[in-house]
């Protein structure tokens, strides 16, 4: 499998983006989905996940201001991401669970065996 997330960019406080990942090689539509990020010098952390079904979790930091979303026609998975804030800069990576049909462990990065190459946000203050 291949994951290959986008639109990362410059923004300023309170903008948006949306982030894109493609991905090819399974049936994108039976694998759960998750978003973290890796800010200079932390750990990677969880930002967003979405199962198989569309059932949707997110980090206490972004939820009200991220939303994560699926396109099983197009094999991607979106984060829409508003009200972006200076500690959201980091570099965001997309991710896929290793099993079909399963939702556990969405929230480490331990429960994904496979990642993108990672978009970079900056958001300027």
């Known amino acids: 499998v291949q994951l290959q997330a986008s639109g990362g960019g410059l923004v300023q406080a309170g903008g948006s983006l949306r982030l894109s990942c493609a991905a090819s090689?399974?049936?994108?539509?039976?694998?759960?989905m998750g978003w973290f990020r890796q800010a200079p010098g932390k750990e990677r952390e969880f930002v967003a996940a979405?199962?198989?079904?569309?059932?949707?979790a997110y980090a206490q930091s972004v939820k009200g201001r991220f939303t994560a979303s699926r396109d099983n026609v197009k094999n991607t998975v979106y984060l829409q991401m508003n009200s972006l804030k200076p500690e959201d800069t980091a570099i965001y990576y997309c991710?896929?669970?290793?099993?079909?049909?399963?939702?556990?462990?969405?929230?480490?990065?331990?429960?994904?065996?496979?990642w993108g190459r990672g978009t970079l946000v900056t958001v300027s203050s």
């Open positions: 991710g896929i669970q290793s099993s079909p049909l399963y939702y556990t462990n969405y929230d480490v990065a331990d429960g994904y065996d496979t």
């Open positions: 090689g399974r049936t994108f539509s039976r694998y759960s």
């Open positions: 979405m199962s198989y079904s569309s059932y949707t």
